[in-house]
Every structure is written in structure tokens, then in C-alpha cells.
């Protein structure tokens, strides 16, 4: 950018949309900042919904990450409840819902993914997905009412939902088309662990297959019909089979939307224009390919570095990935890259003794770091990893 | 500059540790520890960092 900002405009005011905001003040931005969402509520976190907040450990308002007084202080404004319809890049305006066009001079695009739906079913009572504080509270609501539930898709969101479920005693069955759970995202090894871990607390693991249709009756789900011809009794069914880049407002904005908002490597959609957080596709010069994360610790470093970038900083973006999931009060934490096609080696502790470190890697190059309740061991690991070189940015 | 770390909601990343050594630590299950709740002024960035970085939002500051 030739001259500095005066209106950064920042949409989509989860995680990532909010630290954009603070970084750009943090930098010393001293122009307006507007914070856009379309969710009713301020910014607030999303990792304790499938955790504390769909047990009820915590109250929602735990969740949320800043009180409306530190938004004043920081000359952020916020607009709940209004979501982003349109963009135009030549005359540097966003559209909102209401009709409202902004103008904006620096423009950063954080609005994140939606969950993925089943073709049919969601019609019915009784059918939830998970994202939103809404959402959450809509599904704890059921739980209240002790149905027996059904979890289709054994990611992140399925396990954490299916664990959380089954802590507070329901009838719970886990619907998995591959392998194990997290086989997809952490291999088979690790997912038949996590899958022993599910069925040792008693959750009903149903592995290898998929959901034909479900069933209702007076518009409230009944149960799942399967892909192997089996049929499941169920109150309740938690979708949560994956998810989208929240990129349909960007359609004919001329943006390269393809699963995603493809970036260069300093988070740079288009002059004046970054994106950060689960829907930016950016160039990794760490991994020298297009990459998109959905993981929490990337929404908040990757919008760090678009809003420093926003400002002129040019510093590619190249960070050392890592996740965490809580499970029955196991913690299983990865750094770097954990590629679910090669076999993580153990080299700390023993899935027996429900501890370990496990190396992911070829050739003897090791790309990943995952700890099952071993934060101490790990972090050697992830300080290896952290120092691996950094391939030169495009 | 005054610094809260809730240790409940600390997911055990490291973040902090890495990003602010002299005002964090870890105990054995990864749980972040505050060493210094009112560090000097010259380590108030690397804590703006470490609270902007904590990927469980566990760390809080105050100006004094």
C-alpha cells in the first residue's frame, strides 16, 4: 500500500477478525477500524463450544474474548449481526445485508468456514451442527433432555462432541466412515487409539460407514439409516462432517475463491486486500504449496501477520502449525505436520501407559510432533521443529 | 502493566513460553505459569505477543 490506511475494515469477528483488529492498533494504526459479524454476539472463542460450554462446565459468557468497554478503549467498532453480501475491489466497498455499503481503504477477510450438511435431514427437530455459540446452546438445550444421540463425522468437532456427550452420561454412538477417528487428519495408528479411548468410555463406535438418510417422524428425527443397511435409534444427531470457506459473499468480486481466498505468501488476496483464519488459502513457503488450516492457533498467527502486513511489514507468512484436542481428560497436542499417509514412530512413553511422544516424518526428516498427554516431552520436539529452515517466500 | 493467566483455560500450546521466556513457564502438564504477573516495561511486547499468540486466550493485561 502506497499511502496508509485510513479505514481498515475487517469482516468476520471470530478469532481471527479480532486479533487482525487488535494487531492493527497494537502496530500503531491510528484510522477507523470497523469489526463486522454476522453472528449476534461480540467476538468469542470457539474451541470451548465443543468442550466446556456443550458439557456446561462453563457459562457462555466465558467464551467470550473482550468485554464491550475494551472495544471503546481500542476504537474498534463492532457490528454484530450484519453479515457481508458483496464486494467490490475497483471502488474498495463491501455490501452488507441491510444494503449498507462501506467504503474501506484496507480490507481484511476472516469470516471463516460453515459446517458442511448431510444432503438431506436438516429439516428435522433434533438435528444440530456445531459452530456457533447458538448452535452449541441449541444442542445443550436437547442434552437436557437426555436423548440418545448420534455424532456422524469422527474429525475434531465429531470426537470433542461425541466425548463431551458421553461425560454426561447419554447414550452416544459415533458414526465414523473411515478407518478410526482422526485417521484422516492424524493416520491409523493414532486413530485406533483415540477410537479405543471412545469405545473404552463406552460410546458405540461404528467405523466404515456412512449415512444414507435419517428418519423422522412428526418432524423430529428418529434415527440414521447407514451405508452397510443398518439402521440407528437416535434423539438427537450431531452432524459434523467437515465444513466450507465462508466465501459466497465473494462471489463475482473477482477474487480466486477456490476453497478459499487464495493468498500469496504475506496473506495478500489482492492490493489492499488479506484474508487470515480458516478461510484463507495462502501460499506456505514453509510447505511451498497453497495450504488452508482450520485450527485455532492459525486463525489468530495468520491474522497477525496479514494486519502487520496490511501496514507494509512484507514478512511471509510461514508458521510452525499445532492443535489440541481434549478427550475424557486425555490431551493429545501435535506440532508441524502430522501427515496421516506416513506411520508417526513412538519414541517417549507407550499408548499402554497413555503417554506418549510420536514422531511423523520421511526419510528421517521429521515433519510432526504429537504428544498424547505428554506436554512436557513434547515440547523438545516442537522446538526442533520450530527451528527447521524455512523455505524462501514466492 | 499487569498480566492474568488462567490457567483453566490453558491448553498447554507453549505458545507463551516461546514467545515471553522471562514472564512464562510450564509445569509438567504443559500448564502455562506466570513467573513475573508485573513484568518491566520493556518485555510489555513480547507479552502482547504471547496474549495476541495463546491460542486458548488464557492470558489477559491490564495498563496500570
Known sequence: MSTAPRHVLVVGASIAGLTAAETLRREGYDGLLTLIGDEPHLPYDRPPLSKQILTGAWEPSRAALRSSDEYDRLGIDVLTARRATALDPGRRTVELDDGERIAYDGLVIATGVRPRRLPTGHGLDGVHVLRTLDDTLRLRDHLLRRPRITVVGAGFTGTEVAAGVRTLGLDTTLICPGPAPLAGRLGPVIGHLVGRLHADHGVRLRTGVGVTSLTGSDGHVTGLELTDGSHVDADAVVVAIGSTPATDWLRGSGLDVTDGVVCDAYCRAAPGIYAAGDVARWHDPRLGTPMRREHRTNAAEQAIAAARNLLGAREPYAPLPYFWTDQYGDRIQAYGICSPGTEPRIVHGSPAEGSFVALYGEDGHVTGALGWNSARQLRTYARQLIQEPVAAAR | ?64
Open chain 2, 1 to 64: 502493566m499487569r498480566i492474568t493467566l488462567d490457567q483453566d483455560r490453558c491448553c498447554g500450546a507453549g505458545t507463551c513460553v516461546l514467545t515471553a521466556p522471562d514472564v512464562f513457564d510450564q509445569d509438567d502438564d504443559g500448564i502455562a505459569v506466570l513467573l513475573d504477573a508485573q513484568p518491566p516495561a520493556h518485555l510489555a511486547a513480547a507479552v502482547r505477543d504471547a496474549a495476541a499468540r495463546c491460542p486458548a486466550a488464557a492470558i489477559r493485561m491490564e495498563a496500570e
